[in-house]
């Protein structure tokens, strides 16, 4: 069974940085699609970067574009978000899924916006504070 743990998250000003981990255990991640979502207290989870399976295509939300990064690397199982000029808007606790909830050609792409809807497999999350 694939598990997704989320790891990374912390205290951190504004204008700072933080990079968040996705670790799999119990199969491997290089088939599929990762999405990181993140949801802040009385929202709705969004999404807010996706990465195909093999690193080579990648999406982000607008409100992150130019300031966060995805990255994978499968010989590790681990994909990452990593997070410069954070806001305090970006606070949340952030997931990482799989998306596995799309017929299976679909599975190593990312759509643009990401449907949470499509994923699953989700971490228990890691909590991103963004204040000063």
């Known amino acids: 069974q694939l598990q997704l743990v989320e790891s990374g998250g912390g205290l951190v000003q504004p204008g700072g940085s933080l990079r968040l981990s996705c670790a799999a255990s119990g199969s491997t991640l290089d088939y599929y699609a990762i999405g990181w979502f993140r949801q802040a207290p009385g929202k709705e989870r969004e999404g807010v970067s996706c990465i195909s399976n093999s690193g080579v295509d990648s999406v982000y939300a607008t409100s992150v574009n130019g300031r966060f990064t995805i990255a994978r690397d499968n010989a590790k199982n681990t994909v990452y978000l990593q997070m410069n000029s954070l806001k305090t808007e970006d606070a949340a606790v952030y997931y990482c899924?799989?998306?596995?909830?799309?017929?299976?050609?679909?599975?190593?792409?990312?759509?643009?916006?990401?449907?949470?809807?499509?994923?699953?497999?989700w971490g228990q999350g890691t909590q991103v504070t963004v204040s000063s």
């Open positions: 899924a799989v998306r596995r909830n799309v017929p299976r050609i679909f599975q190593q792409w990312c759509s643009s916006p990401l449907r949470k809807n499509e994923y699953d497999n």
